[in-house]
């Protein structure tokens, strides 16, 4: 599986539509339930949930540019 979530988070383009797709979906179920007077309780932590596990994405796979400096001549 780390393989897999790695290769997901190096796809930049891919990573970012995902998230964009599940906070959209989750944005548009919101307004659904508002609009019939039902609960919203529960999207604002589903939305969190989404955010925390993208950082965590970042944390586990982010890329730490190194720079090398070098004083020799």
């Known amino acids: 599986m780390n393989n ?3 290769n997901f988070y190096m796809n930049e383009s891919e990573r970012e539509a995902v998230k964009l797709f ?4 989750l944005k548009e179920l919101a307004w659904d339930r508002a609009f019939k007077n039902e609960t919203v309780e ?10 925390r596990s993208f950082n965590k ?7 730490i540019d190194v720079v090398i400096i070098n004083n020799s001549r």
């Open 22 to 25: 599940l906070l959209e979906n």
């Open 4 to 6: 897999t979530l790695r």
């Open 57 to 63: 994405l970042d944390e586990l796979y982010g890329k």
């Open 42 to 51: 529960g999207i604002y932590e589903a939305k969190e949930l989404i955010e």
